[in-house]
């Protein structure tokens, strides 16, 4: 789902069609902004965000908890002190679940965790909530919940501007994201963030880079 480019080129791929600017519309296609742009990132589109994870119906599932996933992360003041990972298969980063619960979409959490309708500021986007995301950090941890997730959210951009559902949410409730590695960086604990394959290597984050890293790995090789 998510590539790194220069990274690929050197082990001799060959981008062809090269990467797009506009948004996908076809599985496979690669482009380049899901969410965020980075020079050092590219997408596959995928209309099932959670492959290999599919419903019984074969459409968009929760990820298992107890589960290392791979995940992306830039720091973002609105995430404060909870962390807001874009579920990123071939990122070379991950994050356990722990106990998790999935929601359709944010005011589906306000509703189960809160009691609460969605509280919406003007000016957000559709269905953001944003002015309860502090109640819903503290109500998870009550809750006894490491992560959440939102599986057909819909504010990602994709060609910086028009905005889809092209990828899971994960809300991780034990790190501040307004900070590129979730906490203040060097070698992260095994019950936080792994790196490589199948999270079998610690994990080492730069908190001066602008997205969530690993030594060694991913674009950091």
């Given amino acids: 789902m998510m590539i790194y480019p220069d990274q690929a080129q050197k082990a001799g791929v ?16 690669l482009y380049h902004e899901m969410g965020f742009e980075h020079a050092g990132v590219a997408w596959i589109y995928h209309s099932v965000p959670s492959q290999p994870y599919y419903s019984q119906s074969g459409t968009t599932a929760g ?3 107890q589960t290392w996933v791979e995940i992306v992360h830039t720091a973002w003041p609105q995430d404060a002190e ?7 298969p071939g990122s070379a980063i991950w994050v356990n679940l722990g106990n998790t619960k999935a929601y359709n979409d944010h005011p589906d959490a306000t509703q189960d965790l809160l009691g609460q309708p969605c509280k919406i500021q003007p000016g957000d986007f559709k269905g953001e909530c944003e002015l309860q995301f502090a109640e819903l950090y503290t109500a998870a941890v009550k809750a006894s919940l490491d992560t959440f997730q939102f599986l057909f959210h819909t504010d990602m951009p994709c060609d910086g501007n028009t905005r889809r559902n092209l990828a899971l ?6 790190g501040p994201g307004r900070m590129t590695c979730s906490g203040y ?3 992260m604990r095994k019950s936080r963030l792994r790196a490589g394959w199948e999270a079998r290597s610690q994990c ?7 997205i969530i890293n690993c030594k060694g790995f991913g674009m950091r090789r």
Wanted: hydrophobic letters at 25%; charged letters at 20%; proline letters at 12%.
């Fill in 169 to 174: 949410e994960i809300v991780e409730v034990h």
């Fill in 185 to 187: 960086g060097g070698v």
């Fill in 204 to 210: 080492e984050c730069d908190p001066n880079d602008d």
């Fill in 63 to 65: 990820l298992p908890g």
């Fill in 82 to 88: 909870a962390t807001w990972y874009y579920y990123a």
């Fill in 14 to 29: 060959v981008f062809n069609p090269p990467i797009s600017y506009s948004c996908p519309n076809n599985d496979g296609d």
